[in-house]
């Protein structure tokens, strides 16, 4: 099955809300990955951190799906894409080596 990523930041919607709702709409999103991982899908989801490890860059997703439209129906339901709190991008990854084969 193909490998996306879904690279996201977070909106100035997101950036302004007090650190404890910040805090609870990054907990729904992880409680929606494991919730995808729970049900046999390949995902995994993390965060980017500068050589000083704080964090700020964004995020990404990865993740099979049987298609694009598949995959993009699916990172909708995403509680941070749903609530747009994210700025987001989908590609499709054709992986040439490693450990993460189509």
């Known amino acids: ?42 995902i995994a989801s993390g965060f980017l951190v500068d050589e000083d490890h704080k964090p700020g860059g964004g995020g990404l997703l990865v993740f099979e799906a049987s298609s694009y439209a598949a995959a993009k129906e699916l990172i909708q339901q995403d509680p941070m894409i749903a609530r747009n709190l994210v700025e987001w991008s989908l590609h499709a990854w054709r992986p040439v080596s490693g450990d993460l084969q189509a």
């Open 1 to 42: 099955m193909p490998w996306f990523i879904k690279q996201e930041t977070f909106t100035t919607a997101m950036t302004t809300l007090p650190a404890e709702q910040r805090r609870q709409h990054c907990e729904d999103h992880r409680a929606w990955v494991e919730s995808q991982r729970s049900s046999g899908l390949r």
